[in-house]
């Protein structure tokens, strides 16, 4: 058997060697082969430099560079296609999720007959109160209001059999949610509980604005109902304006109240309705992005290097 390890790396100079040495002493404790690949995210720092230097040493590291930054998901799903295991596991590059995990997930893989076994984080130790609060919320929130479940608190980190990686390999999508559509293939998947550790060294390469992104593929790629949410507000308007209407008559000829008073409550109402007009619009707007993304027919990545692929 032959095991892949898929690890994504934007700027991680300050750990990539480190994170590669503890990676080799792990899989060196296995009877499998084993390939390290090692996706350079477009770096701008010494990452592929470092690389470089680590394939030369070691003919199981292998290096795909990308010729820009594509992003995290596109990263993984390169490494997907490129890899030649029967079983892959895909690790952040940052020993936040421990190599060490790799054997237990292996063994719960054996044990149980599944075809994924994906991490849980027990604790997270090291990040922001913001990051904790707004993870907890999005995985709860995308799990309501998508049709498939997902497993909560659960990252990229995970081990896959050749079935899954061929599946994954398969699809068509562009912009890739990887930790959903491996939880909608079905199949059996298990779960393998760990500790999250602190990040090794360097900072968090997913500043605000690509949580966002990535959070709003999770949503729109796995929900249609914030579509349902204008036919929702629809109705509610319609009947709000209906109580005003006969609000209005009642307070004219029963309450004898006059009609002209009260200009604060209309602005109110013209802003309150305007801002609904425009979230919905805002909300097809997404969908309408997102059918042109996926429409362009461009590649998800460029690849513009590739060390010890052959
Ligand atoms: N990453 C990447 N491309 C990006 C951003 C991140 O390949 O544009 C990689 C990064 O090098 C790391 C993994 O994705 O291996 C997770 O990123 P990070 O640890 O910064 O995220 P966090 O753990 O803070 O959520
Ligand atoms: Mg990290």
Known sequence: MQLSVIIPCYNEEAVIAETCRQLTEVMKKLPHGYELIFVNDGSRDATLQILRELAEKDSAVKVLGFSRNFGHQCAVAAGL??????????????????????????????ATQANVVYGVRKH??????????????????????????????????????????????????????????????????????????????GETKYPLRKMLRFAMIGLFYFSKKPLKLATSLGFFCVFLGLAFVLWMFVSRFFLGGITVQGWISTIAIVVFFGGVQLLTIGVLGQYIGNIFDETKGRPEYIVSEKIHFD
């Open 124 to 201: 997270r130790k090291g990040e922001s109160w913001f990051k904790l609060f707004t993870a907890k919320i999005f995985y709860r929130l995308l799990n309501y209001l998508s049709d498939v479940k997902f497993p909560v608190d659960t990252g990229d980190f995970r081990l896959m059999d050749r079935q899954i990686i061929n599946e994954f390999n398969a699809l068509k999508e562009k912009n890739k949610y990887i930790r959903g559509l491996i939880s909608w293939m079905g199949f059996k998947q298990v779960p393998c509980y760990y500790e999250r550790e602190e990040r090794f060294a």
């Open 81 to 110: 296609r490129h890899c030649a295991g029967d079983v892959a596991v895909i690790i952040d590059a940052d020993l936040q999720d421990p190599p060490a995990v790799i054997l237990e997930m292996l063994d719960i893989m054996k």
